[in-house]
């Protein structure tokens, strides 16, 4: 099997992709989009024409590992969606990405990895995180995923790079020391 290398600049590539067929695609149905039809949407193959009514149309798409590396994620999705079930046990959860946590994180990143990061909007359906929100009062979750693409996540000879663990770790040394200045 040929190596697929990923470079920043195809990461980039890709993301904008996805955001630029999400707002396509928003446009046209005039209404807010779930975290579902975003990953859906956003790897139409051809957003501005597809024919998009449930359970009716057949749609070219163009899946891709950086936005859902997760094939455990994926299996579960193909899994509800075969299943014809209307909800989950466990409600997913949100939050935006706004406030001093999440600026401190960014600035904790770019810290430890050298670069901006790249905020995907993933990991909502992690089933525990819901309850954690609720129990601590609807404060908002921030999650950080420490891997990329190459990982293989939860898959089949799952690996982390040892410069990114490297990276991770300095990023969270200082995302806690971030933290530390909101005690009151």
Request: with cysteine.
């Amino acid at each position: 099997m040929p190596a697929i290398e990923t470079t920043p600049a195809l990461v980039e590539r890709v993301y904008q992709t996805l955001a630029r067929n999400v707002a396509t695609v928003r446009k046209r149905l005039n209404r807010p989009l779930t975290y579902g039809e975003k990953v859906f949407y956003g790897h139409l193959a051809e957003p501005a024409t597809a024919e998009l009514e449930a359970g009716a149309s057949y749609v070219g798409l163009h899946p891709d590992r950086v936005a859902m590396q997760d094939a455990t994620a994926q299996m579960a999705l193909l899994q509800f969606m075969l299943a014809g079930k209307n909800e989950t046990a466990v409600p997913g959860w949100k939050t935006r990405a706004e406030g001093p946590a999440f600026a401190a994180a960014r600035r904790a990143l770019r810290a430890g990895y050298g670069r901006d990061a790249v905020e995907i909007g993933c990991g909502g359906s992690i089933p525990f995180v819901g309850p954690f929100v609720e129990v601590l009062g609807g404060v908002p979750a921030l999650l950080l995923g420490l891997e990329d693409p190459p990982c293989n996540a939860h898959g089949e000879n799952e690996s982390l790079d040892l410069a990114d663990f490297t990276k991770a770790a300095h990023s969270s040394a200082h995302l806690l020391a971030e933290l530390r200045k909101f005690e009151g």
